[in-house]
């Protein structure tokens, strides 16, 4: 059973605007999340995390928050920019493994 | 630098044939694993490594076995492929169990 997912296979957005990418988990257990970015033919790479003991964590045009009560988490990407179109994964960890969500496919429309 | 490298890129093989899909890190990471990645089911970890000589199973070993003899590799044998074994195959670093993955640029394995 998926204890990480991601409901939304795809996300269209226009240039410059916010996009949101949403994730769940049902662990209680899960103190870290990351969000990995992967471009076709590649592997994902790190894009930002953060720690169960925070609630926003920013760096640059990307904010994750997490909200512990109702087991979520989401990517904000603002402004969006075409570069940024790809599969983004969020991942969740109690300390011994990482386990990753479907992804969510994001086309930023110059 | 070069980070996570994958070896081979594709491969194809036949029920039963067996082969080693190779890993190699340059960051003197000590944590290392292997993930497949099928359609609608993410990224499942395969085995993993917490130092030369030491590997544990992940989510979905069966089919599988690892070794870690140094530092730098981690390679993945299959013994005898099935075609559930389709798949793309990721190898992943990081400096310690629970930081942040490096991963590789992947293998995609059919098995016919």
């Known amino acids: 059973d998926q204890q990480v997912k991601q409901n939304s296979p795809s996300l269209s957005v226009q240039e410059g605007r916010i996009s949101i990418l949403n994730c769940d988990y049902t662990?209680?257990?899960?103190?870290?999340f990351l969000w990995y970015k992967k471009y076709p033919a590649e592997g994902p790479t790190f894009l930002i995390s953060?720690?169960?003991?925070?609630d926003k964590n920013e760096d640059g045009r990307f904010t994750v928050f997490l909200n512990k009560s109702a087991k979520h988490l989401s990517l904000h990407i603002v402004p969006s920019q075409p570069g940024d179109s790809a599969v983004y994964f969020c991942?969740?960890?109690?300390?011994?493994?990482?386990?990753f969500g479907t992804g969510t496919s994001l086309t930023v429309i110059p | 630098n070069a980070g996570v490298t994958q070896t081979p890129k594709f491969q194809v093989l036949k029920t039963g044939q067996s082969m080693t899909l190779q890993c190699a890190q340059d960051?003197?990471?000590?944590?290392m694993s292997w993930y497949r990645q099928d359609p609608g089911m993410g990224l499942r970890l395969i085995h993993y490594?917490?130092?030369?000589?030491?590997?544990d199973q992940g989510e979905v070993p069966n089919g599988y076995n690892v070794s870690r003899s140094t530092t730098e590799d981690f390679p993945l044998r299959l013994l005898s492929a099935a075609p559930s074994q389709t798949s793309v195959y990721f190898c992943?670093?990081?400096?310690?169990?629970?930081?942040?993955?490096?991963f590789g640029n992947g293998t995609r394995l059919t098995v016919t």
């Open positions: 490594s917490v130092g030369a000589g030491i590997t």
């Open positions: 960051m003197n990471h000590e944590y």
């Open positions: 991942a969740a960890s109690a300390g011994n493994q990482f386990y």
């Open positions: 992943a670093s990081s400096y310690i169990l629970g930081s942040p993955l490096h």
């Open positions: 662990n209680s257990m899960f103190d870290y």
């Open positions: 953060i720690s169960s003991i925070k």
